[in-house]
């Protein structure tokens, strides 16, 4: 059982390029978030999703789009990448939130460490 | 801005003494977690208390809530080198200007280091 699988594992980009982080669960769960940690500021929800087909902002969201159109799927873009967004990404998935009879734990993926030039 | 806010930043004890790390958070939740995340790798999931719960217990982790102080507190008893790592709280609370649902937010950590 694989859990969850970001892809890449790390990245180098230069300003202004693209990419797109992948995240992938096995468990069949409902939610899927994407974080992002920096040094002394703890992880910052970027984006979110309820469920196949829907998105929804976090708490930083500028800067990074997602799409989630396979259930298992949740991908993280930048578009155009600039330095403040070099950090370590971490995808989540959880199959509640804790708000009725799921346990709300969320699995993470190994992070996914982005340098920006 | 970040729900919840941890307490101490940094922790230094002893193998086998007791450590205890408390969380703040502003508005009203409906859990609240606590995750650990051993030095470059993911979190992993602790213990979750519910917003009706006051205390809750998980082999040698012990887990406090006091709503009416927006407060939680993580003990572990009898420490062990092991447990060295950063512990986070993550509050559930509703998500007003999300999708319709809970959002989960992360504090910025107690790093707890556990001496031999």
């Known amino acids: 059982n694989a859990g969850v699988t970001q892809t890449p594992k790390f990245r180098v980009l230069k300003t202004g390029q693209s990419m797109t982080l992948l995240c992938a669960q096995d468990m069949n769960h409902e939610y899927m978030y994407w974080y992002r940690q920096d040094p002394g500021m703890g992880l910052r929800l970027i984006h979110y999703s309820v469920g196949e087909g829907t998105t929804a902002k976090g708490e930083v969201p500028d800067g990074y789009n997602v799409s989630r159109l396979k259930k298992q799927n949740f991908l993280l873009g930048l578009e155009s990448a600039a330095p403040s967004q070099t950090s370590v990404y971490f995808c989540a998935s959880s199959y509640g939130q804790g708000t009725s009879d799921s346990t709300g734990e969320l699995f993470f993926g190994e992070g996914s460490r982005l340098t920006v030039l | 801005s970040q729900q919840g806010e941890e307490d101490p930043q940094a922790l230094s004890i002893q193998e086998g003494e007791n450590a205890t790390m408390n969380c703040s958070y502003k508005t009203s939740i409906n859990n609240l977690q606590w995750y650990r995340q051993n030095s470059g790798r993911g979190l992993v999931h602790l213990i979750l208390?519910?917003?009706?719960?006051r205390e809750k217990h998980s082999g040698r982790l012990r887990v406090t809530l006091d709503t009416s102080k927006k407060s939680s507190s993580l003990l572990i008893t009898a420490s062990r080198a092991a447990d060295t790592a950063s512990y986070f709280c993550a509050t559930v609370s509703w998500a007003y200007s999300g999708a319709g649902s809970y959002q989960l937010t992360f504090g910025k950590g107690t790093k707890l280091s556990v001496i031999p």
């Open positions: 208390i519910r917003s009706n719960e």
